[in-house]
């Protein structure tokens, strides 16, 4: 069946410094893949998404790449903010079939920046 | 607001009684899925809903939890005879038509379950 496996956490970092969180995926066919973030106190909200090999996805300054050779959704940002302290979740949901749309989540990654 | 909304928002029960909980998607979303979030944990796919039809259930879910979305509005969740391990964040997402596996799902902000 679909996994998705997330780097382990929480994350600390100073303001302006460089994010990676790593995201691989094990799928059949082609899926699509999410980032999602849920801020505190807040519900899950979509922050990007790649449908196919090779996207890229972009929102708020955050970045990934859809690596099918490598099974990877890497989310990077360049300098973070104190303002990006929140819960990140890589997704994938699959194609075609009986995958409805059905998202498979990674178990999450607790990033917390400090001024 | 215009987003998914879910009633209530924490719930604590004992042991062994049944609970509901509800589910409002946005209004032109004819997709509705059933998560469940514990500790530390990402959400994983409880069901799903394309309007009023339910077309898949998760081997997760025991016989003991049934949905239902009458009318293709609105959903309900219900759990018999709730035990401990049920405690956990249960969200409600929905989706435009389209192609499911691309569209964007909008998540509500979950009902916190706890079986004491």
């Known amino acids: 069946g679909n996994s998705v496996t997330q780097m382990e956490g929480p994350v600390t970092l100073s303001e302006e410094a460089f994010l990676t969180i790593n995201c691989t995926y094990t799928?059949?066919?082609?899926?699509?893949l999410f980032w999602y973030v849920q801020y505190p106190g807040e519900g899950l909200q979509l922050l990007l998404k790649?449908?196919?090999?090779?996207d890229k996805g972009s929102n708020k300054g955050f970045e990934a790449t859809y690596r099918k050779e490598t099974t990877s959704f890497h989310l990077e940002k360049g300098s973070v903010q104190v303002s990006d302290s929140a819960v990140y979740f890589c997704?994938?949901?699959?194609?075609?079939?009986?995958?409805?749309?059905?998202?498979?989540f990674g178990q999450g990654t607790i990033l917390t920046v400090h001024p | 607001d215009t987003g998914v909304s879910q009633d209530p928002r924490h719930k604590i029960t004992k042991r062994g009684q049944n609970v509901t909980f509800r589910c409002d998607p946005i209004?032109?979303?004819?997709?509705l899925y059933w998560y469940r979030q514990t500790l530390g944990q990402g959400p994983e796919f409880l069901t799903y809903?394309?309007?009023?039809?339910?077309?898949?259930k998760s081997r997760l879910l025991s016989d003991r939890f049934s949905a239902e979305r009458p009318k293709g509005s609105f959903s309900t969740l219900e759990i018999q005879r709730t035990e401990q391990g049920d405690s956990a964040m249960y969200l409600c997402?929905?989706?435009?038509?389209?192609?499911?596996?691309?569209?964007?799902?909008?998540f509500g902000p979950g009902t916190r379950l706890t079986v004491l």
């Open positions: 809903f394309q309007n009023e039809a339910q077309l898949e």
């Open positions: 790649a449908t196919k090999a090779d």
């Open positions: 997704a994938l949901s699959g194609q075609g079939g009986t995958s409805y749309g059905k998202l498979t």
């Open positions: 799928a059949t066919g082609y899926p699509s």
């Open positions: 209004s032109e979303h004819n997709r």
């Open positions: 997402a929905s989706s435009p038509p389209g192609l499911a596996g691309t569209n964007e799902q909008f």
